[in-house]
């Protein structure tokens, strides 16, 4: 956690309510902090489904490993987050500190080892001493404490500035069901952190088939849609749990994802994975300004997604948009290299609604003072309009200041 | 031109002899800089072969399309290249521009416009005045002092902080033959200059056709092997001339790049365009080290070298490496989210041939005291082993400090 808190952070945070069938605590294990918790217990009634999405690494943490494994059953008791220690990159003990920290999950929780879902975030290559958890755990399921949902954003956090928590509320059939989640970002001020990892709990009685369904066409847009440096983690993690509490009330199970009913759910689980992933860019190490990557006129959705990314990605735009400068060169040149159709002489470019470049060439009419004025903002939009096609795609980033060069060159030690 | 030079800078330059059938002059014609030359004219005898490879942007610079329509003739009589304005994303005007400069140094070289070959580079945007050129080409076209291959490379320099020249002799038969080349590099420190231009001249007499062949295969593992920020420009150019003079004192004319006379000739021109290129590396924007990626044992050579840039380009990997941080723990992250073929399980990784982890895990017996002392050495070796196949790749980079970003997020005006 570092002491000064992102200019970008959002003003406050919103008031997150209970879902009936989830317990959260948390504890201090000492796994590599001081003075702060370390480690969320998450806690569901029986019959909670789960869903999850993990990084595309081919060199994905244990954890990760684990939860893939175990997602076949469908079925969640436990979670267990812990910061400090990514447990990846860390070979057979990496494995074995994984089975024994969910046979101690398992024990404090009274469920199958196989109900247990993992995540850890923190130091790539230590070995995680999973002992630590002994008794911690234990303890953690005792606890009647009401969630403290901030609490748990906190105790996952290792380099971000703030907690990223979300909540919604929607009909599904004529029943309230309500959804919350988490997330950590990308802060990496310790050099050789790097772990995204997100959680989503609802009331909502859902199959773990269509909860999977809904998570992976929900993590399209929102957290696959947003970079920080282009550097993919080992651990990212975005898991999702219905405990179907709301089934008590009224609410319909729903085995489907195609499920009419679930239209509402559906919006408002998106909307809530584009907020926490929009926070997690507000994090990024370093970021002084919150851009938004918008490409219109592409040949389809998915070239407009390379080309966005390529603007995202590029570090002659990022240190540009750091130095208030709304240097379109730099656009053109990252739209030339994605590799993706573009016609040069179709090309427009926007910064915050100010056209400075038409047709290939820069616009005659416009301002450079007024543009200049413009990037002062602290959200900068650039869009690109490539004149070919239907295609549109969105994609968010930050800029790339000497903080993050700074952040990222301190020695680990 | 930087007042200060690159740490990374070879400590001397060398003698440049002459090529038979070139000449070089330099003006100074006020493209956008003051008190320095800013255009560069060679003038290639009749029978001069040309071949060039150029940047695989989308949005190529107006120079770029000229080059590859006249390239179709395979015959050069002169090579026109100012800096200050790179004439890219320009318009109609650039068209217009390239078409200028042509006639202008057609009519001074005494030659066809599809003998004359252009290159820019300098501010993307800016509409280039080509009738500067009018008047400064006809002067140099009648200078007959000396090439001074040196002060050629200079006036093609942006940002750059020193030139960047080589030279080769070879037997081509029983005749010598020389080739001499010249780059200018990566430098941004005015933020919308980007371009990586490179010229190669020799007397040896190879038929377009047979060096349009060598130049494509000696790129693959020189220019297109290294990279400063993974930003590739819309004026990338790298051309040869090759005037045949050498035939005069018995080099034997060569047609086919297949031909096993052409031997000496091909690992030559290999090795001058790999000093090149190593050159502008070494004069990355900011740069404080001199980086090579090493990976081995790899499914296939391309998907070493998919693995090699995902680390080179990792900016998390870069400033590491500015901050004197052995961080594998990176090098593990940019090796999985390449998308190829790994086994976390069987992944080594050195720094400066000291291995600090093995078989998937931080290899146990590394001292961090005596990798921290490499570290600090100019030029930082990362060997990837990934135990799978024999695909052997190598890259070039630089590490990412502050300076980068300071040199690229500095206002435009």
């Known amino acids: 956690m570092s002491s000064t808190v992102s200019p970008l952070a959002p003003t406050e945070l919103p008031d997150m309510p209970e879902i009936a ?25 029986e019959g909670t489904t789960v869903a999850g999405v993990f990084t595309r690494s081919k060199c994905a943490s244990a954890p990760v490993e684990w939860c893939r494994a175990k997602l076949k059953g469908g079925k969640a008791r436990a979670l267990v987050v812990n910061s400090g220690n990514a447990n990846a990159f860390t070979g057979k003990t990496g494995k ?81 069901v309500t959804i919350n989640g988490m997330a950590k970002g990308a802060g990496m001020i310790a050099p050789d952190m790097a772990t995204m990892l997100s959680f989503v709990f609802t009331d909502a ?25 282009g550097d993919t983690s080992t651990s990212d993690t975005l898991m999702a749990f219905a405990t179907g509490a709301a089934a008590a009330h009224g609410a319909p199970k729903i085995s489907r994802a195609s499920d009419p009913r679930l239209k509402a759910f559906t919006k408002a689980l998106h909307a809530l994975l584009a907020d926490l992933s929009e926070q997690v860019v507000r994090d990024g190490e370093g970021a002084r300004k919150f851009v938004e990557i918008i ?104 800029d790339l200041t000497k903080e993050y060069v700074a952040i990222n060159g301190d020695y680990r030690s």
């Open 21 to 45: 069938g989830v317990r959260l605590a948390t504890a201090a294990a000492g796994i590599r902090y001081k003075g702060r918790t370390d480690v969320l217990l998450a806690i569901l009634d």
């Open 96 to 176: 074995q500190s994984t089975a024994l920290t969910a046979q101690i999950a398992a024990k404090a929780v009274a469920c199958s080892q196989n109900e247990v879902f993992l995540a850890s975030t923190g130091v790539i290559g230590e070995p995680l001493d999973a002992s630590k958890f002994d008794g911690v755990l234990g303890d953690l399921a005792k606890s009647n404490a009401p969630a403290d949902w901030i609490g748990a954003a906190k105790a996952i956090m290792t380099t971000d500035t703030f907690p990223k928590v979300a909540t919604a509320t929607v009909k599904l059939g004529k029943a309230k």
């Open 205 to 229: 009685p859902i199959s773990a088939a269509a909860l999977q369904s809904l998570l992976k066409s929900g993590v399209e847009d929102t957290f696959n849609a947003v970079t920080i440096d």
């Open 295 to 398: 490409v219109e006129g592409a040949v389809s959705k998915m070239s407009a997604r390379k080309i966005a990314m390529s603007v995202a990605n590029s570090p002659l735009v990022k240190t540009a948009i750091a130095g208030e400068d709304a240097n379109w060169g730099r656009v053109v040149m990252a739209v030339g290299k994605a590799g993706e159709p573009a016609d040069r002489d179709k090309l427009s470019i926007a910064f915050n609604g100010i056209r400075v470049a038409k047709s290939g060439a820069r616009d005659p009419s416009y301002d450079e003072k007024q543009v200049s004025e413009a990037m002062k903002a602290p959200k900068i939009q650039i869009k690109v309009s490539l004149g070919l096609g239907k295609g549109r795609d969105r994609v968010l980033t930050c």
